[in-house]
């Protein structure tokens, strides 16, 4: 009897049969899915699309239909200047600090531009730099975000859990630069954003480690507290300097958690679209996997190995097993531990190698969502048994933000 594995394998193959690997997949049903199930779980606060766990114009447009999704953080701004003129969205907050003079050119040279646009700032010499760009009174007032540190500090501070980003932490910290930014002339603080990767980023399941597993629960829900009473103070310290419009927080990973956050207005989420395979590491909530690549099988070195071309399409981040390709279909494919996924070539093992032949497709999904785009041109839109649309990604498009 064909397993769930099987027919999805059978459906793809059908669906792509006229396509030459390598190329990228989206199943539409687990990508409607899996926005309709993020927005449920964000308990009626709006979902702020993160843009570079999809990094297609058309997938970005299509969750944005969506009731409950609105708005997007974006990852540069020459990628939020892109997504405004390209008319995607009129809400862009960018996720990170830009020492980019031309795009802050470009902001400051464009009033509605400069309306649709947020930047982030985590210290005064960011101000400087734009400052130095086009001074105040030869601009637009430029909306601003405070981007606050959420990482957890315990035993005073010797312990340091989660990433290090802003170098404001506290609540005071958080105020005396809202009081600078309130003083500065041609900035308008708007909102605070504070991304707990601790929690949002970090699967508290991680496959076959059980005590590890624990652990991560324990400093989870540790942080968790901690950041609910310091975003809250956080909070009323800004606002003493400014009418703020937003409070951002979360990922994919914590949206229900961050959701019941009184201090956060919206949440945001990207990679539980594509559902990537970090995410199966997570207990609270696993996105069904929409997003496939496939590759071809061109040489059988051993009588349980199979070959296919290229494949190594490995994620970022801490460097390990974990930021590797899966192969999923067939079922019973594994990568050697001696070569892992290959820059040209990937050698397969395991049962289900024996039965493949050159020229057949291994399907493997990627272990990070938006990076997936970096290596194709153009994403198959997969419906049923039928590919319905082709649509470029940014680098089809003609763009490498990053």
């Not at 690549?293 to 349980?304: L, S």
Request: glycine residues 10%; contains cysteine.
């Amino acid at each position: 009897m064909a397993t769930e594995r099987d027919k999805l394998r059978d459906r793809l193959d059908r669906a792509t049969a006229h396509l030459d690997p390598p190329y990228a997949v989206v199943d539409l049903t687990a990508f409607d899915a899996n926005a309709i199930a993020l927005a449920g779980r964000a308990d009626g606060k709006p979902l702020r699309l993160a843009s570079k766990s999809v990094r297609s114009r058309e997938l970005i447009s299509r969750a944005l239909r969506r009731p409950g999704w609105a708005g997007v953080m974006a990852f540069t701004l020459p990628e939020a200047i892109f997504l405004v003129r390209a008319g995607v969205t009129e809400d862009v907050l960018v996720a990170y600090p830009t020492a980019d003079r031309a795009a802050l050119a470009e902001l400051a040279a464009d009033p509605a531009l400069a309306a649709a646009v947020t930047l982030m700032v985590d210290g005064t010499d960011q101000l400087d730099l734009v400052d130095a760009v086009r001074a105040p009174g030869q601009r637009p007032e430029l909306r601003v975000c405070l981007d606050l540190d959420a990482s957890w500090r315990p035993l005073g501070g010797r312990v340091h859990v989660g990433v290090r980003r802003s170098p404001v932490h506290s609540a005071a910290a958080a105020g005396a630069l809202a009081s600078t930014i309130a003083g500065r002339a041609g900035f308008r603080l708007v909102g605070i954003m504070a991304y707990e990767a601790q929690i949002a980023g970090l699967g508290d399941a991680p496959p076959g480690k059980v005590v590890l597993g624990g652990a991560i629960r324990i400093a989870q829900r540790g942080s968790y507290r901690e950041l609910l009473a310091r975003r809250a103070a956080v909070v009323a310290a800004v606002r003493d300097h400014a009418d703020l419009e937003f409070v951002n927080g979360g990922g994919t990973g914590s949206v229900a958690a961050t959701s019941a956050d009184p201090a956060v207005t919206e949440v945001t989420a990207g990679s539980g679209l594509y559902g990537p395979t970090l995410f199966d590491a997570y207990r609270a909530w696993r996105p069904t996997p929409a997003a496939y690549f496939a590759c071809a099988v061109v040489r059988r070195p051993g009588p349980e190995l199979a070959t296919v071309l290229g494949g190594g399409w490995i994620a970022s981040g801490q460097a390990g097993a974990s930021r590797l390709p899966r192969p999923v279909l067939p079922a019973g494919l594994r990568l050697l531990g001696s070569e892992g996924a290959g820059e040209v070539q990937t050698p397969l093992a395991g049962a289900a190698a024996a039965t493949l032949r050159v020229g057949d497709r291994v399907w493997f999904r990627h272990a990070k969502a938006g990076e997936l785009c970096e290596h194709v041109n153009e994403l198959h839109l997969v419906e049923g048994d039928v590919v319905v649309a082709t649509v470029p990604t940014y680098r089809g498009e003609g763009h490498a933000f990053l």
